[in-house]
């Protein structure tokens, strides 16, 4: 009787042990899947920031450019350019945001 109560136990243990494996298993995976999405999740953000970057430039260019007085003939001039060079600016960026 004693050893058939030793096989009942090691049996009962050994069920435990498979669930305890599975459920590692299992963990191990959902952590892995979660670093993973915490890197994109952190990659778009510093996406978003280096966006929110160019877009605060864009805006203090712009306004540089409106506070210029137009009284001389040149600052037409100037303003076109500078505009000019935003927009091939905002093109490259969409280009290596690719």
């Known amino acids: 009787m004693n050893q058939e109560l030793l096989k009942t136990n090691l049996n009962g ?3 435990k042990i498979l669930v305890l494996v599975n459920e590692h298993k299992k963990l191990k995976e959902e952590i892995k899947s979660l ?3 915490n890197q994109d999740l952190k990659a778009g953000i510093h996406s978003r920031d280096e966006q ?3 877009f605060k430039n864009q805006i203090k260019i712009s306004k540089i450019v409106d506070n210029i007085s137009p009284e001389d003939g040149s600052v037409s001039e100037l303003k076109r350019k ?5 927009q091939e600016i905002d ?3 969409a280009y290596l945001s690719r």
């Open 91 to 93: 093109k490259c960026i």
């Open 35 to 37: 670093k993973t999405e």
């Open 13 to 15: 243990l050994e069920r």
């Open 52 to 54: 929110l970057l160019n």
């Open 82 to 86: 500078v505009d000019d060079y935003i």
